[in-house]
């Protein structure tokens, strides 16, 4: 199969091969936190990037391409009235929990790549450097299969921003995370499977 062949058999909007497309799955969960995704332009159309998928859960959330000068990003990415966090564990974040009781409406800014990428994201988007980092509690290892983690505690960003949420929707944190928890965790099975891997959950559909 040509490339060409290869990217028409995909789905246009979550990128997976049409037999495996996870769109009529992907939840509408509505809160009271705005995300705002800001997506490495080389992560953007990878079918195993899961920040889109992410945002796709959650109306009102901003999708942002970081590197393409022909898209260059809305800013500010703080509304007024609006309390930014970035979700970024540098030096001096801090406990993403401090912020659960906040009466501001808060918006969860998430940059969306590897490390490296992330880290030079916080340096060159006008004003993440000023915005406080936030770090999440360790709730366990990833279930994400579809790349190699480097760094000890990894996360793919859509569990990062799951569990973002959980802490910050306060009653209904669960049953958020739990709904986007199932959704990527069909994403993961369905391309182990066309990759001849099999499931750790069984024959799942």
């Known amino acids: 199969m040509s490339r060409r062949d290869n990217a028409e058999a995909r789905c ?14 992907v939840p509408t969960l509505h809160t009271r936190t705005r995300l705002s995704l800001l997506i490495h332009y080389r992560e953007e159309r990878k079918p195993t990037n899961t920040g889109t998928l992410a945002a796709r859960c959650i109306p009102g959330s901003s999708v942002g391409i970081v590197g393409d000068r022909a898209r ?3 800013l500010p990415l703080v509304r007024p009235g609006e309390l930014g966090v970035l979700m970024f564990p540098a030096e001096d974040a801090v406990p993403i929990e401090r912020y659960a009781a906040s009466e501001q409406p808060l918006v969860l800014i998430v940059p969306d790549g590897n490390w490296r990428q992330a880290g030079k994201m916080r340096r060159r988007v006008p004003g993440l ?5 936030v770090t999440l509690p360790d709730t366990g290892p990833t279930a994400y299969r579809l790349r190699t983690e480097t760094r000890e505690g990894g996360l793919a ?3 990062a921003i799951a569990r973002a949420l959980r802490v910050l929707e306060g009653d209904r944190g669960p049953e958020i995370e739990a709904a986007m928890l199932a959704v990527f965790e069909v994403m993961v099975e369905r391309t182990l499977g066309s990759r001849g891997i099999p499931s750790e959950s069984g024959d799942r559909p």
Request: aromatic share 0%; hydrophobic share 55%.
């Open 129 to 133: 450097a000023e915005l406080p980092c």
């Open 72 to 74: 260059p990003l809305a």
């Open 157 to 159: 960003t859509l569990e």
């Open 12 to 25: 246009a909007v979550c990128h997976m091969h049409a037999a495996l497309c996870i769109c009529a799955l």
